[in-house]
T-cell receptor, first 112, second 113 residues
Framework: DAEITQSPRHKITETGRQVTLACHQT?????MFWYRQDLGHGLRLIHY???????NKGEVSDGYSVSRSNTEDLPLTLESAASSQTSVYFC???????????FGPGTRLLVL | GENVEQHPSTLSVQEGDSAVIKCTYS??????FPWYKQELGKRPQLIID?????GEKKDQRIAVTLNKTAKHFSLHITETQPEDSAVYFC????????????FGTGTRLQVTL
């Protein structure tokens, strides 16, 4: 069955380290998104992509980067992890814009 | 950019009662309004959505209404059941290059027996 996966599911790292969170979908969806979820803030968009080689900044993009070299993957990189980036990260994908977004299971990141 | 406000932040109802969650949006160009449900420890999942050319949409016990003039939309759950207990998020987006979703801050619904 087609699906969207994230890895790792849990990660502990130290401040200043580079961290990459993986997101992989097998639906052949053009659109992929990264969100962070924090209490009191809901889901906030970090970066998104509408296709290969396309990336766009969301509302909380500082300190994060993404690249889209194929349809299936949109890895999220924290260039130099900060304690403020401790959060639950969700990636999502959709076939068309303004259509259902399917979320991955999430990655819980703790930055010490 | 778009701003979505959601109220209440928590809601407790008795089983069988109705629940209403309200959202307002700021950008009149927004034309797509989905609602997502997130059970504890799980991923968000779409439960219903509405587009600006429709005023109301129903799916069994769930309905969404949209008032474009007032720029607000609401989720209505009737005959609530314990399995409706979850966090609900509203969102808004507009057509075009900016068709990303802006989410509200969520409503924690607790259905008590």
């Amino acid at each position: 069955d087609a699906e969207i996966t994230q890895s790792p599911r849990h990660k502990i790292t130290e401040t200043g380290r580079q961290v990459t969170l993986a997101c992989h979908q097998t639906w052949n969806h053009n659109n992929m998104f990264w969100y962070r979820q924090d209490l009191g803030h809901g889901l906030r968009l970090i970066h998104y992509s509408y296709g290969v080689q396309d990336t766009n900044k969301g509302e909380v993009s500082d300190g994060y980067s993404v690249s889209r070299s194929n349809t299936e993957d949109l890895p999220l990189t924290l260039e130099s992890a900060a304690s403020s980036q401790t959060s639950v990260y969700f990636c999502a994908s959709s076939l068309q814009r303004q259509e259902t977004q399917y979320f991955g299971p999430g990655t819980r990141l703790l930055v010490l | 950019g778009e701003n979505v406000e959601q109220h209440p932040s928590t809601l407790s109802v008795q089983e069988g009662d109705s629940a209403v969650i309200k959202c307002t949006y700021s950008d009149s160009a927004s034309n797509y309004f989905p609602w997502y449900k997130q059970e504890l420890g799980k991923r968000p999942q779409l439960i219903i959505d509405i587009r600006s050319n429709v005023g109301e949409k129903k799916d069994q016990r769930i309905a969404v209404t949209l008032n474009k003039t007032a720029k607000h939309f609401s989720l209505h759950i009737t005959e609530t059941q314990p399995e409706d207990s979850a966090v609900y998020f509203c969102a808004a987006s507009m057509t075009g290059t900016a068709s990303k979703l802006t989410f509200g801050t969520g409503t924690r619904l607790q259905v008590t027996l």
